[in-house]
């Protein structure tokens, strides 16, 4: 399978070095990968025959500047050149989420799909925004838009929903799909300390961004229900359809007395489906501990399912960071050249 | 897709219900099901154009001889005819479980896949006894085996371990692995009584066997785990490497002394990787309330892996019952029809 990256950030990187750890893996199991491309903001490299993975493993380690890669660095390679060549099987669209346009996202998944190249993606601007009308251009041309890295990286949501409860309908999803807000409240649980401390200690960690608004105001659990909601149960709602409440009135005492009670507080994200139609919201909950979500700690995720034939599935995972997140693409990956496909919706 | 199920039981008859109630839902999802032979222990049912599902399952409600049922049932459509006639797609394959021969079941399977006609199954014998035999068989002639019913029905347990770690290394497998003991385990918890007393009521509501040896003493637990470890770590393991204890033993004052320190009994499937091999075994554990497998109650059924590149994965669910069980078969048959194939191993 001949692939391009378009994006070269942390979870590019994880990806070609993943393709070097997993290489005699992948050859045991048949799976050949060929990457021909990387494309990133200053230009990109083209091999016709595949890229030394392992070489650029080791250039990215200290070169920021894949142009400069030997051999197939270059200002002039680009998504144009991609598609032009017509050289590679599927992309991994990884470049920065904007989720007012989706692009430049949006363009390169459509354009790929086009041109019956399938598409992985870890980029949730583009899904929040167009998922069935990308996904209608994917069933036309006959391949693929593998999403599962957009709503909890390792965690299987997108999967769980679509090959483990197939034939099944969903009648409501439910989830800890944030990690940073989720150990944030674990730490004020273990050290009985305050949501800034919790918060600062994140940051310190590297688990929260400078920036952590997107996360503790609930709208990177907003965007992940809303992902699942539509795919899963056929919707095209948006954001703005969801209530959404954060973490940062979270108080120490509210967490002491939980735990007197023995129970927990997380952020969970729900969809419904009701008489007077869906709801969707994002709050805290105060969970006992006989409940499915109750043992999710730390930076884990999870996603309960509730369906009419099989069930209630509750699924529990999603390790953090880019290894695992590159694990996630490579899943998609490994499932497309099975020939797995999702052609009936 | 045109099936046959061979062997019609409770499973059989809730999947033919099954067809009917989801006729519409399969229809809006472009996957066509045609059930042209029903094959039972007497005869059986052979419609070329496909049997009136609504009216086989009125006609189950009060009959047992399917041979009977018009059009098309006759003493003398049988599995053979299946075969020679060579207009199925897949076999349901469902007749009664053997562990020593693996029969009839083996011969079935066996001779399906030889005839390029996919495998679904619900029958443990000839999995445990010969699976990798049987999947290479069926990667020779390019059609899939599937056996999501065998270990845990809805649970997607095989699902979890292909699919949703696809490109991972599985190190440990650890399970929930058979409802009936949880329920009984649950309700020594909960009405504070003995063994005996508990086991008697999960007999009167059908829970439990008369005979509940196989799953009181951790051998369907051994049979899934098996399962599990032989296709997800590429094992050819048998049953008698497995230490295996059930719960006869289990006193409600160890249940009651477990409850005050905040924990838990489960019976455990587990199986590990170590430098010395692998370790199997299924016995008594006493998890405390963070453990992910804590929260798994009554006839739930769910399991955990570790992996390498995504981390800890563990699955919660499996409705018990025949048509849950029934949707498992609908799941892996609607996946087939996807174009789903683990040709990999």
Not at 75 to 93: P, Q, Y
Not at 161 to 177: N, Q, R, Y
Not at 269 to 274: I, M, Q, S
Request: glycine share 10%; net charge neutral.
């Amino acid at each position: 399978m001949r692939i391009a990256i378009i994006g070269y950030g942390g979870v590019g990187k994880a990806l070609v070095q993943l393709l070097v750890d997993k290489k005699h893996y992948l050859k045991s199991k048949s799976i050949d990968i060929q990457l021909n491309y990387v494309i990133g903001s200053r230009g990109g490299i083209y091999v016709p025959k595949g890229i030394e993975c392992n070489d650029l493993a080791e250039f990215s380690k200290n070169e920021k500047d894949i142009t400069k890669f030997i051999p197939g660095g270059s200002k002039e390679v680009n998504f144009d050149l991609v598609l032009r060549n017509g050289d590679v099987d599927a992309i991994i669209e990884m470049t920065p989420t904007n989720k007012e346009t989706g692009e430049p996202g949006m363009s390169h998944i459509t354009r790929a799909l086009e041109n019956k190249i399938h598409v992985i993606t870890s980029n949730k601007g583009p899904i929040l925004l167009a998922y069935k009308k990308l996904n209608k251009i994917a069933i036309k041309n006959n391949v693929q838009l593998a999403i599962g890295c957009t709503t909890g990286g390792a965690l299987p949501s997108i999967n769980g929903g679509i090959i483990d409860l197939a034939g099944s309908e969903i009648t409501s999803i439910e989830g800890v799909l944030n990690g940073t807000t989720n150990f944030i409240i674990n730490e004020m649980e273990e050290k009985a300390c305050s949501y800034y401390d919790s918060l600062k200690k994140a940051q310190q960690l590297g688990i929260a961004e400078t920036d952590p608004t997107l996360d503790v105001e609930g709208w990177d659990t907003a965007s992940k229900l809303l992902i699942l909601t539509n795919v899963l149960m056929n919707e095209e709602k948006t954001l703005k359809d969801i209530k959404v409440e954060g973490i940062t009135n979270l108080k120490s005492k509210d967490v002491a007395d939980a735990l007197k009670e023995g129970k927990k507080y997380k952020l969970i994200g729900k969809t419904t489906r009701t008489v007077h139609g869906l709801e969707m919201n994002v709050k805290l909950e105060k969970l006992e501990k006989e409940h499915p979500l109750y043992g999710v700690n730390a930076k884990n995720k999870a996603v309960r399912y509730v369906s009419d034939t099989l069930g209630e599935l509750t699924i529990i995972g999603g390790a953090s960071g880019v290894t695992p997140a590159a694990a996630s693409i490579l899943r998609d990956l490994i499932n497309i050249h099975r020939g797995y496909r999702d052609c009936s919706n």
